[in-house]
């Protein structure tokens, strides 16, 4: 768990930079509303979710 945590973080990261420097950092907002920090903590879940099921969905055919 920690190899997907750590590649999870680390995805989240570089794909954030890459997007925030292709936008110029216009996006940045410093201030989050209530509904905006829920909003962005089920969007994280969810990836963190997919990325999960993803590496450990790699390993079933070796199991076997």
Request: charged share 5%.
């Given at each position: 768990m920690a190899r997907i945590s750590?590649?999870?973080?680390?995805?989240?990261i570089l794909l954030a930079l890459l997007f925030l420097l292709?936008?110029?950092?216009?996006i940045?907002?410093?201030?989050?509303?209530r509904d905006q920090a829920t909003n962005l903590?089920?969007?994280?879940a969810i990836?963190?979710?997919?990325?999960?099921?993803?590496?450990?969905?790699t390993d079933f055919a070796q199991i076997s």
């Open positions: 750590v590649v999870t973080i680390t995805y989240t292709s936008k110029g950092w216009n940045v907002l410093f201030h989050l509303s903590t089920m969007i994280m990836v963190y979710l997919c990325y999960s099921a993803f590496f450990l969905s």
